[in-house]
C-alpha cells in the first residue's frame, strides 16, 4: 500500500495488518489457483496491494478523531509484542450457500486476539461506539454476490503461509467507480 495523507473534512479509515511482501506474494500464489476454478469468473478478486486483515473498520472520521486516533494507538500498542499468525482455509462469508465476500481464514491466535482488543480499546477511547460484532479474523481476497459454493472444491492451500505481524496500520479508504484505493495514514510497530 502507497502511503497517503488525511484531507478534506474527513475521511474512510479503518485499522489493519498489511502481510509483508513474502507473505503477500504465496496469498497471491494459492488465490491464483482458486481463480482457476468455473466459480470465480463471478468473483471481483482484490488486487494483490488491498489485501490486509481489518482489525476495526472505522468508517468516515474527521480529523480530531484521527488526530486522537493516531496517537491512542500509539500508547496501547507501546507493550505488544510482534508475532506470527498462520492462515488456514478458504471462508465464504456470511455463508458458504450465500457468499458475498471469499476470503482465507486465520488459525486462533491469542496475540492477534490481545491485538485487536487493545485497537478497540485504542478505538474508544476516541469516542467510537463499541464493536457489537465479536472480531473474526480474515483476509477478504474478493467479493460476489450470493455465490452458493456448497459444492465447490477448493484447491489452494493456506495453511503453509505464516504472516509475520511486526506493525499496525491507520489505512485510508477511498472509493472509487473501479473499487477501493487504499493507503496507509499511520504506521505503528510493535516491540521486537
Same mark, same amino acid.
Given at each position: 500500500?502507497?502511503?497517503?495523507?488525511?484531507?478534506?473534512?474527513?475521511?474512510?479509515?479503518?485499522?489493519?495488518?498489511?502481510?509483508?511482501?513474502?507473505?503477500?506474494?504465496?496469498?497471491?500464489?494459492?488465490?491464483?489457483?482458486?481463480?482457476?476454478?468455473?466459480?470465480?469468473?463471478?468473483?471481483?478478486?482484490?488486487?494483490?496491494?488491498?489485501?490486509?486483515?481489518?482489525?476495526?473498520?472505522?468508517?468516515? &472520521?474527521?480529523?480530531?478523531?484521527?488526530?486522537?486516533?493516531?496517537?491512542?494507538?500509539?500508547?496501547?500498542?507501546?507493550?505488544?509484542?510482534?508475532?506470527?499468525?498462520?492462515?488456514?482455509?478458504?471462508?465464504?462469508?456470511?455463508?458458504?450457500?450465500?457468499?458475498? &465476500?471469499?476470503?482465507?481464514?486465520?488459525?486462533?491466535?491469542?496475540?492477534?486476539?490481545?491485538?485487536?482488543?487493545? +485497537?478497540?480499546?485504542?478505538?474508544?477511547?476516541?469516542?467510537?461506539?463499541?464493536?457489537?460484532?465479536?472480531?473474526?479474523?480474515?483476509?477478504?481476497?474478493?467479493?460476489?454476490?450470493?455465490?452458493?459454493?456448497?459444492? &465447490?472444491?477448493? @484447491? @489452494?492451500?493456506?495453511?503453509?503461509?505464516?504472516?509475520? &505481524?511486526?506493525?499496525?496500520?491507520? +489505512?485510508?479508504?477511498?472509493?472509487?467507480?473501479?473499487?477501493?484505493?487504499?493507503?496507509?495514514?499511520?504506521?505503528?510497530?510493535?516491540?521486537?
Amino acid at each position: 500500500m502507497q502511503k497517503a495523507v488525511f484531507r478534506g473534512r474527513t475521511n474512510r479509515l479503518f485499522v489493519g495488518i498489511v502481510p509483508d511482501e513474502a507473505a503477500l506474494a504465496a496469498l497471491a500464489r494459492s488465490v491464483g489457483m482458486m481463480k482457476q476454478e468455473a466459480w470465480a469468473r463471478d468473483v471481483r478478486w482484490l488486487p494483490k496491494e488491498n489485501i490486509h486483515l481489518t482489525l476495526r473498520f472505522l468508517g468516515d &472520521v474527521d480529523k480530531e478523531q484521527y488526530v486522537c486516533l493516531s496517537a491512542a494507538l500509539v500508547e496501547h500498542m507501546a507493550k505488544i509484542q510482534g508475532f506470527e499468525i498462520s492462515l488456514s482455509q478458504a471462508l465464504f462469508l456470511p455463508s458458504v450457500s450465500k457468499a458475498r &465476500v471469499v476470503a482465507v481464514g486465520i488459525k486462533p491466535s491469542p496475540e492477534l486476539d490481545n491485538l485487536a482488543a487493545a +485497537v478497540e480499546k485504542s478505538v474508544v477511547s476516541c469516542g467510537f461506539e463499541p464493536e457489537k460484532r465479536r472480531f473474526k479474523a480474515h483476509i477478504t481476497v474478493g467479493r460476489c454476490r450470493d455465490l452458493d459454493l456448497r459444492r &465447490v472444491n477448493i @484447491s @489452494s492451500d493456506f495453511q503453509s503461509i505464516n504472516v509475520t &505481524v511486526r506493525t499496525v496500520e491507520l +489505512v485510508k479508504s477511498t472509493l472509487s467507480e473501479s473499487g477501493a484505493v487504499y493507503g496507509i495514514l499511520d504506521t505503528v510497530t510493535l516491540l521486537p
